[in-house]
Structures are given as structure tokens and as C-alpha cells.
Nanobody
Framework: QSQLVESGGGLVQPGGSLRLSCAAS????????VGWFRQAPGKEPEGVSC????????NYADSVKDRFSISRDNAKNTVDLQMNSLKPEDTAVYYC??????????????????WGQGTQVTVSS
């Protein structure tokens, strides 16, 4: 069974850091572009970042640029999202998703075929 599993979420104070990881089972994640999305309570889902199949294409939403960094480790079949300088408005459930396109738009969920169950990130003092 093909699935994605996110980990690394939790409660952190403003200004703190978290590292989310997206692991694939049942398929080879290195053949897919991977995006991270988030959804805060009462808000529409938001594309956060995307990494291309090659790893050379990195894209970020303006709201997280210069604070978040996406990377992939093909040997481990994982994609990570390093989140620094976290703000209360970063609080959301974070999802990773895999796309068969080599470099899909980070902001549009329609290009992503496989989704994880999500991990909660709460930024609060």
C-alpha cells in the first residue's frame, strides 16, 4: 500500500524551530516532486513549499520564504521541511503530498496525487 507519513510536528514557542519529515512507503519518493501544504482552523489550505524531482527546484510561499527550507534525502526516501523563526500564524496541520510532475506549482493541490494524514504544528507561548 502506497502512503506518505508526516512526523515532527508539535508545540513550539514563537521564534522556535521544528523539522517536519515526510516518509514514503510502498513507492519510491525520489521519482516524485513533493510539496508541503498547511491548513489552519477556519482557513483555506495553503501551499507552503515544493521540491522538484531533481531537488534543484525549490519554491516557497512568500509567507514562509527565508524561514522555511525544504530538502530531500533520496537514500532515506524522505523529504524534510525545516521551519525556523516560527510565528503563531504558522499554526496549522501540515501535510506532505507527492506529484508525478517533475516541478509542480507549490500553491495548487490539484497536481498532487498522494497525501499524508498530516501533523499538527502549534506555535504558542
Amino acid at each position: 500500500q502506497s502512503q506518505l507519513v508526516e512526523s515532527g510536528g508539535g508545540l513550539v514557542q514563537p521564534g522556535g524551530s521544528l523539522r517536519l519529515s515526510c516518509a514514503a512507503s510502498g513507492f519510491t519518493l525520489s521519482l516524485y516532486a513533493v510539496g508541503w501544504f498547511r491548513q489552519a482552523p477556519g482557513k483555506e489550505p495553503e501551499g507552503v513549499s515544493c521540491i522538484s524531482v531533481s531537488g534543484g527546484g525549490l519554491n516557497y510561499a512568500d509567507s514562509v520564504k527565508d524561514r522555511f527550507s525544504i530538502s530531500r534525502d533520496n537514500a532515506k526516501n524522505t523529504v524534510d521541511l525545516q521551519m525556523n523563526s516560527l510565528k503563531p500564524e504558522d499554526t496549522a496541520v501540515y501535510y506532505c503530498a507527492a506529484s508525478l510532475r517533475r516541478s509542480p506549482p507549490y500553491y495548487s493541490s490539484i497536481y498532487y496525487a498522494y497525501w499524508g494524514q498530516g501533523t499538527q504544528v502549534t506555535v504558542s507561548s
